[in-house]
Nanobody
């Protein structure tokens, strides 16, 4: 099994920035496509961003496109989500996920991801 641990969440004012980090426990991290999802209270889990195993292909949810950037450092078994121009509606628990299929085109379907972190809380105040 692959263990994923998110960090970097916290409280920030609207318009501010945060960088989330996802650290993987296995060296096989480099074989996996990776993604970020989020879930706010009372809402369904929402796709945020995804990146293929090589890092050259990314996808973003419409609500975060142009504001968030996903990246990865395979040498460190680490993935990042840079979050800029944060809005109160970005408030949610953010989850890191890994897709072991090594697909070249990142998927936006949470059912395609095999491993999940415990989540990190992001709260954006108005």
């Amino acid at each position: 099994q692959v263990q994923l641990v998110e960090s970097g969440g916290g409280l920030v004012q609207a318009g501010g920035s945060l960088r989330l980090t996802c650290a993987a426990s296995q060296l096989t991290f480099s074989m996996y496509a990776m993604g970020w999802f989020r879930q706010a209270p009372g809402k369904e889990r929402e796709f945020v961003a995804a990146i293929n195993w090589r890092g050259g292909n990314t996808r973003y949810g419409d609500s975060v496109k142009g504001r968030f950037t996903i990246s990865r450092d395979n040498a460190k078994n680490t993935m990042y989500l840079q979050m800029n121009s944060l809005k109160p509606e970005d408030t949610a628990v953010y989850y890191c996920a890994a897709d072991r299929s090594r697909r070249s085109t990142p998927t936006v379907d949470d059912r395609d991801f095999d491993y999940w972190g415990q989540g990190t809380q992001v709260t954006v105040s108005s």
